[in-house]
């Protein structure tokens, strides 16, 4: 029998999960331990050394605000590649992800606007949008290799997609106030990355200045800095000759990814994780919070509308005759999935710090740590169901 899928992009694909799956693992324990600490009697030096400034930035902001660049950085490369070489390099691929993406954006985002109207909480929409892969994966890991290799890239696909849509979102809908000076020195740094690449300069260390001074120039025009980071994903050759004389090429954009992935998933997000998760509950009422407008909103919107927009929209595509399921799947699979995408935790978390008020974020991150457990017990089970019968 042939295989379907060549050996190269075999391999890659199923390192990139099990890199995945592993940090998974990592994130929910860095977010039990900001929870554990955050309750404790060690909670005021927690945060206040979360509020400690250097630079102007607290210690919380240089984590959200510059390291995360590095995540974001990581972000716009993998976008490049299945843009251009992967899942979503032709409209036979990318048609059914992009529709359940769509679906598990604006089925959430709906959801939590009809629960929260108006007032400080309506601006949170954005929270539940997106879907966490690394939790994802893990979850999916767990069955071993019951779980089809289809499933894997359309989840895959699908939380690519859900994070273009959430840097947009980030990019136009949470950006207060626009100084354009900032965004002028951010373009001309950017210009001259592109400069030094059309003239083939290979060293990556002639990047890095001009890279620091568009993530300034960003960060100090008001858009969120992680952009920045995106955008120089973006910039980043997949295929790059080693001479003028040669023409022999090597990818830059997979050798960053190859050697900054591992640092992501295992540094820099459990970090953010430890900076972001942490809820102090004591004193809080549990009945209140539970019934918080914005609680569930988040929540619902996680549990409810990520796997009711991914097959909703999914359906009306394949019944439209505009997509197909992959080979292999049924939709038992695809409902057990849209449950899982329903784990939001490191890109709500984020944008649950750009949305709403300090003294909201306790409800809204309740909402996303309760719809995300609910939503990984559920698609597990869901899951665990459509493997035993296949």
Do not use: C
């Amino acid at each position: 029998m042939k295989r379907l899928v060549p050996k190269n992009v075999f391999n890659s694909l199923e390192a990139f999960f099990r890199l995945e799956a592993s940090s998974g693992l990592v994130l929910a324990l860095s977010a039990v331990v900001a929870m554990v600490v955050a309750n404790s009697p060690w909670s005021p030096f927690y945060f206040s050394g979360l509020s400690l400034e250097f630079a102007g930035l607290s210690v919380q902001h240089w984590i959200n605000d510059g390291l995360m660049v590095i995540f974001f950085f990581v972000i716009g490369m993998e976008l490049k590649k299945e843009i251009l070489k992967g899942e979503l390099s032709s409209k036979q691929k990318a048609t059914l992800p992009v529709a359940a993406a769509l679906g598990g954006m604006v089925v959430p985002a709906l959801i939590y606007y009809l629960r929260n109207p108006q007032g400080e909480g309506v601006s949170g929409w954005g929270v539940p949008m997106a879907t966490d892969i690394a939790f994802a994966l893990g979850i999916l890991s767990l069955f071993g290799k019951r779980v089809p290799l289809s499933l894997k890239v359309f989840l895959l696909a699908l939380a690519i997609v859900d994070d273009l849509g959430a840097i947009l979102v980030i990019a136009f809908f949470y950006t207060k106030e626009i100084r354009y000076e900032g965004l002028v020195l951010a373009l001309a740094a950017l210009g001259l990355m592109w400069f030094e690449r059309k003239k083939g300069i290979k060293a990556y260390g002639a990047y890095v200045p001009f890279g620091i001074l568009a993530w300034f120039g960003v960060l100090y025009s008001g858009v969120h800095a992680t952009v920045a980071g995106v955008l120089i994903g973006f910039l980043t050759p997949l295929s790059f000759r080693v001479s003028r004389e040669s023409a022999q090429t090597y990818s830059p954009l997979d050798n960053l990814v190859h050697h900054l992935h591992p640092w992501v998933s295992f540094g820099i997000m459990p970090i953010f994780a430890l900076a972001n998760a942490g809820i102090d509950m004591r004193g809080l009422n549990l009945s209140e919070l539970m019934a918080h407008p914005i609680q569930q909103g988040v929540a619902f919107g996680l549990f409810f509308g990520k796997p009711l927009g991914i097959v909703i929209f999914s359906s009306v595509f394949v019944a439209l005759g505009w997509g197909h399921l992959p080979r292999g799947l049924r939709w038992g699979h695809i409902v057990g999935m849209g449950f899982l995408a329903g784990i939001g935790f490191t890109m709500s978390l984020f944008i649950s710090n750009l949305a709403l008020p300090a003294a909201l974020e306790t409800y809204s991150k309740a909402g996303i740590i309760f719809g995300s457990v609910l939503s990984a017990l559920v698609g597990a089970m869901i899951l665990s169901g459509v493997f035993r019968r296949s």
